[in-house]
């Protein structure tokens, strides 16, 4: 039987899709590009948990010699991204709905990045080997895997950090989040990487900045009030707080994240590492 779908937020809503668009955008330019710490000398690239391409879709136009495959469990993000592909003659661009968690869909060896930013909406803590296997499986000898995961803002706001309280706490006890109190997945990233048994393994930090009066602060802003809308039937399915209570703080973190004296930030890790080459496999 195929995995419940754990994302926290239904993948085909429409809210979702629309705050994807932005966020994939947001994200980029925290992190300084789209390859920032690579060399960009992939010819086949796969994007995990795609959303709706923007990753994928620029990285194809910007590298017109590389083939960019995404892949996404939701059909309305992939029919959008396979549309843009059209729409902008990315003809090195292709999409296609799938579960990442069930395995994925292609043949060994076919890949020399596979890379994967904020998969933790939906992976369980243990189903990250598995998934880290997968993607030894599809890279070639010497191929990339590249991972991103965001981790709970540090903010000055009571109320807003209360939410993101309790999105960990329903998230670890849904088996996803890595601690009770924040999601954890950044410090774990070169761990995974080490099991599965990539070579030359390094990580490169970023930061958002969305305190009052700093550019992504707006979207930012609008970014959580949808996240906090779309994640509330989640998070109240673990009787951690009652539907009233819940609007209340969100209705006072939204209030305490507009105003003047509201400071955050969210720190961003990219850790990546090597497929081994037959060159470097020691042999008994
Ligand atoms: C937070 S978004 C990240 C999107 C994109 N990687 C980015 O960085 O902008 C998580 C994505 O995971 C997708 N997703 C959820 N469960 C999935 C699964 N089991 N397999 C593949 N994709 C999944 C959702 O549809 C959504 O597009």
Known sequence: MPNENRYVIDPE?????ARLLKQERLFTTAMGGL????????RHVLDLA???????????QQAPGADVVGIDISQVMIEYANAQAVV?????????????????????GSFDL?????????????AWPELLKECLRVLEPGGTIRLTEMETAETNAHSYETLNGLLSQAMYRRGMAFSEVRLGATAMLRHFLQQAGCEHIQEH?????????????????????IIFKLTRPFILKF??????????WYELALKEMRSEDFCAVSFMNTAWGMK?????????
Not at 206 to 223: D, K, P, V
Request: proline letters at 8%; glycine letters at 8%.
């Open 13 to 17: 809503s429409a809210a979702e899709f």
């Open 35 to 42: 390859l920032p710490e690579q060399p960009m000398q992939f």
């Open 88 to 108: 902008s003659q990315l003809s090195n661009a292709h999409f296609e709905v799938g579960d990442i968690t069930e395995g994925l869909p292609f043949a060994d």
């Open 205 to 225: 930090p970023s930061l958002i900045n969305y305190s009052y009066g700093a550019e992504s602060h707006q979207e930012q802003y609008q970014n959580n009030a």
């Open 276 to 284: 081994p080459t037959s060159a470097s496999l020691s042999y008994p």
């Open 50 to 60: 795609c959303g709706p391409g923007g990753w994928a879709l620029d990285l194809a």
């Open 114 to 126: 596979v890379n994967a930013r904020y998969i933790v909406g939906f992976m369980r803590r243990d």
């Open 239 to 248: 009787g951690l707080i009652n539907p009233e209570d819940y609007d209340k």
